[in-house]
């Protein structure tokens, strides 16, 4: 379901769910005037589409003893991403790092992305003293990895998962 093919009452149902997943259809229906069943249909249909991923909890990293966010670019070593394949068959320095930052709690967020560095990474740690532990055991220990560099948040001026529709 593209972008263009959510009618004005699709966007109300994602604004709505994206404020408050938790509320029962009834609820949903009554605030953008359908009855239950069509927009049971509805929701259904944008799940099935894909456009409403899962439903979740958000949770306070503070509040939850992981008040250090870092946001950390990572450079790998010079990879051939050839389409041919290698003569071994080893996967790319980009896949095995991709592959292992799947088993790093701390690491919440990662994206492949353009410029100097290959990879940025979104990491919750206690304090200091976990994100230390987690940069000298875990990343920096990764075979790819050439170069990082840390950045860290002081302050939270806006934090929202909802999407503009």
Known sequence: M????LDKTDRKILAILQADGRLSNQEVAERVSLSPSPCLRRIKQLEEAGVIRQYVALLDPDKIGLGLLAYVNVRLEKHNDSPLPAPSAQRSPRADFAASVEHWPEVVACYAMTGEM?????VHVEDMEHFSRFMMETLLRHPAVLDVKSSFALQRVKDTTALPL
């Open 118 to 122: 290959d990879y940025l990474l979104r």
């Open 2 to 5: 593209a972008k263009s093919h």
